[in-house]
């Protein structure tokens, strides 16, 4: 199956777009100077009947420039997941991460993950964080990322990881679920985008060797992180 022009080129043209979504006026007071907020999610993440903060920002200049072969400039500038909690006293952070893919890598095809991801959501104490890796160039697979936190023990744990895929010309899926409560994995085979297919579902166990959190996870390189 061929694939139209068009599923290469629209990734590019959307990719400003998440910098001028909605982004609440108290996240913005929040943010680090010199930094921009890529997304931003209000609600109750800690069971106050208070609304807390969660965004993912981007510093504005970077230190040391990176080109690519033929000389242009990478927009490889760092990238933070932080969360605030509001309080009596004002707005507390109370986790960070470093590890958010960057726009752009040198010399790949894959597209900012954050320019085709769901937005950053909370709900019902939940949070969650989508990410994309679509490959302009040299890849059939879309992979999707999702991640759910939940704060617990005094910290916002990894209690979910959803991995979807699929395959741009036969169009074979590929969706597991990992349940970092209980150490299960869900996985459904035989899924196929572009047809009606019979699916199986198969659970098996995986293991970690510590507990993930917010502040551990490496978001860029997670697989290292645990026995998939």
Same mark, same amino acid.
């Given at each position: ?40 999610? =209000?609600?109750?993440? #800690? ?29 490889? #500038? ?8 509001? =309080?009596?006293?004002? /707005? ?14 040198? #010399? ?90 019979? =699916? ?17 996870? #490496? ?8 026995? /998939?």
């Amino acid at each position: 199956m061929k694939i139209p022009k068009l599923i290469y080129t629209f990734p590019l043209l959307v990719l400003p777009c998440y910098l001028h979504a909605q982004i609440p006026a108290q996240a913005r007071l929040l943010a680090p100077k010199g930094w921009d907020i890529l997304m931003a999610a =209000t609600g109750d993440l #800690n069971k106050d009947q208070l609304q807390d903060i969660a965004m993912i920002v981007e510093k504005q200049k970077v230190d040391i420039v990176t080109k690519d072969e033929g000389g242009e400039v990478i927009h490889d #500038n760092p990238r933070k997941f932080l969360v605030f909690f509001k =309080t009596a006293q004002g /707005y507390q952070r109370v986790a960070e991460n470093n590890s958010i893919p960057v726009a752009e890598q040198a #010399n790949s095809c894959l597209l900012d993950p954050l320019a085709e991801a769901d937005k950053l959501k909370i709900s019902k104490g939940i949070l969650k964080v989508h990410f994309s890796y679509f490959m302009a160039c040299g890849g059939w697979e879309w992979p999707r990322h999702s991640y759910t936190f939940r704060w617990q023990n005094k910290r916002f744990e990894l209690i979910g990881f959803d991995y979807s895929s699929f395959h741009r010309a036969s169009g074979e899926e590929t969706s597991k679920s990992y349940n970092f409560l209980t150490h299960k994995r869900k996985e459904i085979l035989g899924g196929n985008t572009f047809e009606e297919s019979k =699916t199986q579902i198969k659970w098996t166990s995986f293991k970690t060797p510590q507990t993930l959190t917010l502040n551990n996870i #490496n978001f860029d390189d997670f697989y290292t992180q645990f026995e /998939y």
